[in-house]
């Protein structure tokens, strides 16, 4: 019964069909402890899942009790040590970080990098994931060397796990750059973005919207650079990606007009600033 409830939970989960998978998810809860006791390891993954429907539904307050008491079960049962600690020691974090309780996130992520470290070595992915939500927990703090050091960390993990023209690769480089450009490290930034871009048309193709994200984030440190020329380029296709992707009239694509319109304007170029703000205006209406 309660694997067939929980089972039935996930499924709802993952169709995003929020509430009745919290109820669902409720019901294998209450079985669980019926069938196993409250302290049972089948009771913490119950109480984890519903608390992965509450942060996908934003409900942060409901998902920190229920991680609590999953991390307190599996530590009793598993030791502090265990991998499966480190899983709800981090999926607590996270709900603590949204709700701004950024000290006890960060201790709590700083102890899953620990655990993993002994437990699975130092060059396992799943710690790379760990260093790289430390590292934005550091960001967020003003942290900067030390977000640095794990972005770096987790790069170079990924690398030796899965090359350097993996996805997840590419992840971490975004993330490494994304700190230098909210530095002004603009030049420093330039060639993770660049290869970082490289991997999203090896991966998804020269016309995916990981791309357009891709070649925006490229021409963005180009124009801190004031390589407005250079940028020029990157900026025109992204936008040509968006409206073949979702159309000249989305949300998304009037966006990105706009955004071509200010980078016209801050080179000085007023005529085709002057065109993309009409634009613009014209797929709005």
């Known amino acids: 019964m309660w ?8 499924e709802l989960f993952h169709n995003r069909r929020y509430a009745e998978a919290a109820e669902t998810a409720r019901q294998a809860l ?3 402890e019926k069938s196993f006791g409250p302290d049972d390891l ?8 519903l608390a992965e429907i ?7 307050d409901q ?12 530590e009793q049962k598993l030791g502090p040590a265990h991998p499966d600690v480190a899983t709800s020691l981090n999926n607590l974090a996270g709900a603590l970080f949204e709700q701004g309780k950024m000290d006890e996130a960060q201790r709590m992520l700083q102890k899953v990098v620990q655990i993993l470290e002994k437990s699975l070595g130092r060059h396992h992915p799943d710690l790379a ?24 960390k987790a790069l170079g ?38 290869q970082a871009l490289q991997i999203a048309e090896k991966t998804f193709g020269p016309f995916h919207s990981h791309v357009a994200a891709s070649l925006n984030n490229l021409a963005a440190t180009l124009i801190g650079q004031g390589k407005f020329s250079e940028a020029e380029p990157s900026l025109l296709r992204a936008q040509s990606i968006l409206e073949a992707n979702v159309g000249a009239t989305h949300p998304i694509a009037v966006e990105g ?29």
């Open 257 to 285: 007009l706009q955004g071509l319109a200010e980078f016209y304007e801050a080179w000085g170029k007023t005529e085709k600033a002057k065109d993309y703000k009409e634009r613009a205006s014209a797929a709005l209406h």
């Open 3 to 10: 694997e067939e409830l929980n089972t039935k939970a996930l």
């Open 30 to 32: 209450e079985e669980a």
């Open 42 to 49: 089948r009771v913490a993954t119950s109480l984890n899942n």
């Open 54 to 60: 509450y942060r996908a539904s934003v409900k942060y």
């Open 157 to 194: 993990i990924l690398e030796q796990a899965f090359g350097p023209e993996d996805v997840r690769t590419g992840e971490a480089l975004n993330n490494l750059a994304g700190l230098y450009y909210s530095l002004d490290r603009f030049s420093d930034a330039e060639p993770l973005y660049a």
């Open 129 to 152: 994931t760990a260093l790289n939500n430390l590292a934005a927990l550091n960001r967020a703090l003003g942290q900067n060397p030390a977000a640095k050091f794990n972005y770096e």
């Open 63 to 74: 998902a920190e009790p229920l991680w609590r008491r999953s991390l307190a079960i599996r």
